[in-house]
């Protein structure tokens, strides 16, 4: 595996995602000399394979405020890998979510279900929309 050559793909396929790009980054410098002593990882393209999220679905969400205003916000859903079960991660709702961060908290996901033995892939959804100080009945 060549560590630099996949940092710096990734980093010219995800421009502007820095949070994606350090976890990537942080976890090939943690496995690269394991595969290194695995070739078979490296033949099956194994760690490539891990840095492309399967899918992103981007999608609109159209609301009515309590004032009566509509208000437009984005959402995300990551599936990032399901090689060991369906994609398993929960939402996140707060005005900072980007499609960067779904992506980064997606690819954490997997390694925290494998690591902890757990059979389900990784994913991750959310959306920018802030619920502080919403009203409801």
């Not at 000399?33 to 969400?61: A, Q, S």
């Not at 900072?96 to 954490?108: H, N, P, R």
Request: proline residues 6%.
């Amino acid at each position: 595996m060549d560590l630099q050559k996949l940092i710096k793909q990734t980093e010219e396929k995800n421009p502007g995602q820095p949070l994606y790009n350090q976890a990537v980054r942080e976890v090939l410098e943690t496995i690269c000399d394991f595969v290194n002593e695995h070739p078979k990882y490296d033949h099956y393209k194994i760690v490539e394979r891990l840095l492309e999220p399967e899918r992103i679905v981007k999608f609109k969400v159209t609301w009515v405020d309590d004032k009566g205003e509509i208000q437009v916000n984005r959402g995300y859903r990551v599936q990032h890998n399901m090689a060991i079960g369906p994609y398993k991660g929960g939402l996140r709702f707060h005005p900072t979510v980007t499609e960067d961060t779904m992506k980064f908290l997606a690819f954490e996901q997997t390694f925290k279900n494998s690591l902890t033995t757990l059979p389900m892939g990784g994913g991750k959804g959310g959306s920018d929309f802030d619920p502080k100080g919403k009203l409801h009945d």
